[in-house]
């Protein structure tokens, strides 16, 4: 079964609000077996609408719209799907009913304008909307199906669930599911040179990298009759690639980085606090999103002047003065200073030039000394990002963390 997304609205073409509608509905598309080839935004225009209703159900059996439900006359996909299925809308006294009942609740006059929401075909399954105004519906003509869904996500994505997830199911052959593999400290050609031969035979499942803030990510996609046989054929695929990749590999799942380290700080009940120079205060915010982190994480300190790093972490002056504050020498003096201040079993730090300016030929833009204190023992790496300012900064902090994780399985 082939289906394909059209989210209707200018806003969208005009860049006003971010798509994430195409993104959600393909990948839960995908997840129940359906295929999707084609991907479109369209203005509220009603001759470009239909064009498009015309060559997406050329090559397709569902299209799926997003958006242009509402109530003002430029919310137009409801009537443009009924014209193109020469279907007559007629009132839908439920959805009426559902409509005036979300207007009293806030002590509102329900307008003639928001009753035409309560419109459809005779034939339509209408869709309840339970978090707004906006039914959605399934017309249906022949073999070919329109899905028409609200904009907002906070609407669309509880309509598709409990509506039209279940009922495209009913109808879908077989199972797609696909899970993704999670790598750092690997860069995506020296992944594909160490897994070439698997993905030259690759067929069912498939192996999709990508790249994306300084890791690459394997998705692993299977089709098959049931869940269980897809899983087992991803299962086999994931093992094969854990022998070749190692401990290069993070994660297995939908699962963050901080989250992989805050459940192993939390697991080994190691505290840790943070100093930091050239990211900001990234790594502690990113260590920060994980919600139990509060066991573990102690401290986290912006220090960005020389001052700050005599200070608060004790970093002697003779090492700023000889090596600099971008240096090894540093990065380790600031993770032991942070780690001896508040007493953490693990201090981690970060010194670097993210420009874009100060760089120099012996320290050029990019350059960003990393520290560990762990078990008494205190590391550091240098290493040279690429990108602007903030993609530095950001691979600084997935850099560090990775270390640090790695670190953490050497205590296993």
Known sequence: MKAEIITVGTEILLGDIINTNSQYLAKELASIGVDVYYQSSIGDNEERLLKSFEESLGRSDIVITTGGLGPTSDDITKEV??????????????????????????????????KKQAYFPENAMVLENKNGTAPGAILKNNNK?????????????????????PYLQDKTKGVL?????????????????????????????TIAPYVKEGEVSLRITAKAKTKNEASSLIETFVDKIKERLGNCIYAVGDINLEDVIANMLIDKNMTIS?????TG??????????????????????????????????????????????????????AY?????????IG????????????????????????????????????????????IRLRATKTILNELRLKLLELS
Do not use: W
Request: hydrophobic share 35%.
């Open 81 to 114: 799907a009924c014209k193109f299925f020469n279907q007559t809308p007629v009132l839908h006294k439920p959805s009426l009913q559902n409509i005036e009942k979300y207007f009293k609740k806030m002590n509102i006059e329900i307008s003639d304008s928001n």
């Open 145 to 165: 199906i329109i899905i028409i869904l609200p904009g907002p996500p906070k609407e669309m994505k509880p309509m598709f669930e409990e509506f039209v997830k």
């Open 177 to 205: 599911m696909s899970k993704n593999i999670k790598i750092l400290g690997m860069g995506e050609s020296l992944v594909e040179k160490n897994l070439i031969d698997i993905i030259k035979e690759q067929n069912n499942p």
């Open 274 to 278: 943070v100093a930091e120079s050239c």
């Open 281 to 334: 205060g990234m790594v502690s915010s990113t260590l920060i999103n994980y919600p139990g982190i509060s066991k573990v994480f102690v401290e986290g300190c912006v220090t960005y002047s020389n001052e700050a790093k005599i200070e608060r972490l004790g970093v002697k002056k003779e090492t700023l003065d000889k090596y600099g504050a971008v240096s090894e020498e540093t990065a380790k003096e600031m």
């Open 337 to 345: 200073g942070i780690a001896s201040k508040f007493n953490t079993n």
């Open 348 to 391: 981690i730090s970060t010194t670097g030039i993210a420009g874009p300016d100060g760089g120099s030929e012996k320290k050029p833009v990019g350059l960003v000394y990393m520290g560990i204190y762990i078990n008494g023992k205190t590391y550091a790496i240098g290493q040279i990002f690429n990108g602007d300012r903030q993609m």
